[in-house]
């Protein structure tokens, strides 16, 4: 039987994901069924915030809880997704934030970015001493999955390099910007400034074996499955709603997500379970 000799810590971390996935539900359920939040977007943009809701609701929430419940019993893979999950909200909240116009769930938007914020601290602070290298074997396919998070990342700097160089060449947003009313697209500058250079580090660390790429490494996989779950349902409600005439992406982003799968797979299975809540406290 597994003992959790850190219980408090690993409690805190379950507390931040119930409270987050409160808050998650309210504003996911009332994209969902009361539209008239997202009145004054863009008919593409509206499609957009509402296919990013239903994946929270049916896809993000379930699987972030169920693993902050696996963390308080001390999984350690629980604990990869769990980050990596949390990382997605970020990014997704962020858009939130700063990419629709005020509505009334502007504040409940704020609270779970700030949240999922502090909740990364916390999971931090907390294993700030431990050495992730540990928690692999070494048969862990740490060569191939580096390559293929750098290839992942400059893939999509060159798709969003495509657009956005000849745009600003010609200093004029580019389509898909003004077609969602929006003045920048909030998810290239997350990518660009953030994202995309964090998973290009994870493949580099992880290449050179060092103990926080092997952790990075893994989490950057869980934000690539779950980035392109998004992706594909923002899409498929796109084509609903009669926005979107492609469909190939779908077919792009469903391969994707099962390459990132397929490595994720490889990262976890490589993962030693051992007794006991190993979370190391700073103090």
Not at 123 to 142: C, I, L, M, Y
Not at 156 to 174: E, G, H, Q, V
Not at 249 to 265: A, C, E, G, N, Y
Request: aromatic share 14%; proline share 3%; net charge positive.
């Amino acid at each position: 039987m597994q003992t959790n000799t850190n219980l408090p810590q690993a409690k805190g971390i379950l507390y931040f994901t119930l409270l987050i996935s409160v808050l998650m539900i309210l504003t996911s359920a009332t994209g969902i069924w009361h539209q008239e939040v997202y009145s004054l977007e863009t008919h593409e943009w509206i499609s957009q915030s509402i296919g990013q809701d239903i994946a929270n609701l049916f896809f993000i929430i379930p699987l972030l809880i169920l693993s902050a419940l696996l963390v308080v019993k001390g999984n350690k893979r629980a604990k990869i997704v769990w980050t990596g999950i949390m990382l997605t909200n970020i990014y997704s909240f962020v858009i939130y934030c700063f990419g629709l116009h005020f509505n009334f769930l502007f504040l409940v938007y704020c609270a779970i970015l700030g949240l999922s914020v502090y909740a990364l601290f916390y999971f931090g602070q907390a294993h700030s001493q431990e050495n992730f290298k540990e928690w692999f074997t070494r048969k862990v396919p740490a060569k191939s999955t580096s390559i293929f998070l750098i290839v992942i990342a400059g893939l999509f700097l060159t798709l969003w390099l495509s657009s956005d160089i000849p745009a600003s060449l010609n200093n004029k947003a580019p389509e898909e910007i003004i077609k969602n009313g929006l003045p920048v697209n909030p998810v290239h500058v997350l990518d660009y400034s953030f994202y995309l250079p964090l998973m290009v580090i994870s493949g580099i660390l992880l290449l050179k074996k060092k103990s926080s790429g092997y952790f990075l490494a893994s989490v950057m996989l869980v934000f690539s499955v779950c980035t392109n779950i998004n992706i594909i349902s923002l899409t498929v409600v796109g084509y609903y709603k009669g926005v979107v005439n492609d469909i190939s992406v779908i077919v792009i982003f469903l391969i994707l997500t099962l390459l990132s799968l397929f490595f994720l797979w490889r990262m976890l299975k490589g993962v030693v379970q051992t007794q006991g809540l190993r979370i190391s406290n700073p103090d």
